[in-house]
């Protein structure tokens, strides 16, 4: 598998955690994927999955490595009690934008995983 790695960039710095140089609160490792909750949370748990492969945009990314993230992404909703069928109350949203126009701001790809639960009917 190709490797790409930017020494400049803070996503390629939290994967690199040995270093301690970014830390991140890290959620789920693979081969492929690095997992870690977000510093600015729009919600609680608030998830971004990202590649072990420096790209800035979706299509920059070989397939391999985008192929172990949507399966990563639903342990993480099912580890964050996100992962239930019912209409009430709970639910999620995977985010991922690519360029400044689309609001992307970390130019490593970088999936959101965005808790949504209802202040009432929501289960914690
Ligand atoms: P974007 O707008 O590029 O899709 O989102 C970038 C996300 O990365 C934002 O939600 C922001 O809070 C998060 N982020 C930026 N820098 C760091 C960091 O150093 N650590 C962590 N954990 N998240 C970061
Ligand atoms: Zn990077």
Redesign the pocket.
Known sequence: APVAHDAAC?FCK?IKATTGE?P??KLIETKYSFS?????P?AEA?A?VIPKFHGAKLHNVPDEYLADILPVTKKLAQATGLAIDSPEGVGYNV?Q?NGRIA????DHV?F?LIPKRDEKTGLV
């Open positions: 803070i939290i970014i991140s609160f870690f909750l977000d510093i600015q729009t608030h971004l985010l934008n609001h992307q701001i970390v970088h959101h």
